[in-house]
């Protein structure tokens, strides 16, 4: 009993030591000359980790277009706003910046290393060239 109850602490701490933070800027431009892009095109992360998105440069937002099955995605963000989301449900999350998705500003996000829906991530039809950013991103997962 008393083992158990321990063994359950010392689970509980490393959980909440190891859901971690991490930050993506939206940028009018990135490093690589690439253009209204996100700081990165997919992220990783482990469930219960958070991202936040940072208006690094003006003119953008984020808006969650797909993800795993039943899970309720957020409300498109507002504008030059600090967005945060925590990651409950393993699988595949699409979103894009609403004025720019037709340009290509989209992001994937893979939680717990879970691409199940892969297939219906790929079948999203966001219009422009961004379909075929989408294609390539996918291609490389
Ligand atoms: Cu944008």
Redesign the pocket.
């Known amino acids: 009993m008393k083992y158990t109850v321990m063994i359950i602490a010392v689970f509980m701490c490393t959980l909440k030591i190891s859901s971690k933070e991490l930050i993506i800027d939206?940028l009018n431009k990135r490093d690589d000359g690439q253009r209204?892009v996100y700081s990165q095109d997919i992220a990783e992360v482990e469930l219960g980790d958070t991202i936040k998105w940072l208006p690094t440069q003006p003119?953008?937002?984020v808006e969650f277009v797909a993800g795993p099955d039943g899970v309720e995605l957020p409300k498109k963000s507002y504008i030059n706003r600090e967005f945060s989301m925590k990651f409950e449900t393993p699988g595949m999350y699409l979103y894009v910046?609403?004025?720019?998705s037709l340009?290509g500003?989209i992001g994937i996000v893979i939680v717990a290393n879970n691409t199940s829906n892969k297939e219906a991530i790929a079948n999203y039809d966001i219009g422009g060239r961004a379909n075929k950013k989408l294609k390539s991103l996918l291609s490389e997962i």
């Open positions: 939206m209204m003119g953008h937002n910046c609403s004025p720019h340009m500003m």
